[in-house]
């Protein structure tokens, strides 16, 4: 009985292949490509939250430090332009990746330690320059 389950299966995954082949094929021929995407990953050494969003400091390649402005709008809905993801508790050093489409940003995923007592969460103190950071901010422009 078992043999002829799994065998009705596999027919049925062969018959149904096909179809989906063509599909891509007749999308290849009308000329539509898929978009190129690419991730850059950035290891975080402090995220300060705020009331607007959060800074992200990450190094550059010289040493120095470079800070990035993610408005909490781009947390706010489903398809959103950023996600916060809580990393599981242990030596996994929090990090930021960095989605381009076709050369423009895309999306932001950030991943955190969930704890708030962890090292790498930060504080600052409400300021003009702070909310000024968040001002008309529409994309992410990383330092290297």
Known sequence: MKKVIFIAALFAAMAVTPL???EEEEQQAVGERAP???????S???IFPTRY???VQHRTRDLGMATVAIPSEWFSFAGARAERIPLRRGTVWPSMSVFF???EFSHVRLYVHPSLSHFTWGAVMPSPEITEMFQGVETIHLQF
């Open 20 to 22: 989906f082949a063509q």
């Open 101 to 103: 489409r076709e050369g």
């Open 36 to 42: 190129v995407t690419y991730v850059v990953n950035i």
């Open 44 to 46: 975080v050494e402090r």
């Open 53 to 55: 969003g959060f800074l």
